[in-house]
């Protein structure tokens, strides 16, 4: 798949499977055709398959559990068949590198270099929680499946779990060797997984979070 005239920073399937899309430094989002590799068309006379409005580089994309929507950083909901943007987020006073929806699709969170982690609704675009506590850029947000907990990972090498509902910070994981830039819940809520700057991925068991 060509297209992009930059880096691509960040890919997401669709869950449904049917789509990939990328965001790049050229400050575009891309959908593609998972099946065929073809760039997918889009109204509004944007280039095909190319959703334009970001004025800076496009570091997250994730799709929406029913794959209807798409976010973006910098950071912007977008309808994923139309290409409408639904809402811009504002709210992050620097670049924002990481976005994930919950699971039952009324939030989003976002990660930024302002250390901070932000929640919205994500139907409205009301901003409505600021997790503070990062002393350092946030490269990763993950819900867990059951809503109840958010785990971000900084470029200090510190994971931080909160809970969701109270905004309380519950732990920091530390003694990592590098940057966390990605993080993942099992299903089961008995293991966090994260991917290290390093080139290494580490397990935690539970959320006291024993690391293995």
């Known amino acids: 798949m ?40 889009t109204p509004k006379g944007y280039s ?15 799709f929406s559990p029913d794959s209807t929507r798409l976010a973006s950083g910098t950071v912007k909901i977008w309808d994923a068949s139309s290409g409408d ?36 609704d994500a139907s409205s675009g009301d901003c409505l ?8 850029s946030i490269y990763s947000v993950a819900f867990s499946p059951n809503l109840t907990r958010l785990a971000s990972g900084s470029d200090n090498s510190t994971v931080k779990i909160w809970d969701t509902s109270s905004s309380d910070y519950l732990q920091t994981l530390e003694g990592y060797s590098s940057s966390i830039y990605s ?20 397990q935690g068991l539970g959320l006291s979070v024993d690391r293995i």
Do not use: M
């Open 2 to 41: 060509t297209g992009h005239s930059s880096s691509v920073n960040s890919v997401a399937f669709s869950p449904d499977s049917t789509r990939l899309a990328s965001g790049s430094d050229d400050s575009t989002v891309k959908i593609w055709d998972a099946s065929s590799s073809d760039c997918l068309q």
């Open 85 to 120: 943007c639904l809402q811009t987020l504002k709210g992050h006073s620097s670049n924002v590198y990481s976005v994930a929806f919950s699971p039952d699709l009324t939030r989003l969170a976002s990660g930024s270099d302002d250390s901070t982690v932000k929640i919205w």
């Open 129 to 136: 929680k600021t997790l503070k506590g990062h002393s350092s």
């Open 183 to 202: 993080i993942a819940f099992s299903p089961n809520l008995t293991r966090l997984a994260l991917g290290l700057g390093s080139g290494t991925v580490k």
């Open 48 to 62: 095909s398959g190319t959703l334009e409005g970001h004025s800076s580089s496009v570091n997250s994309v994730a």
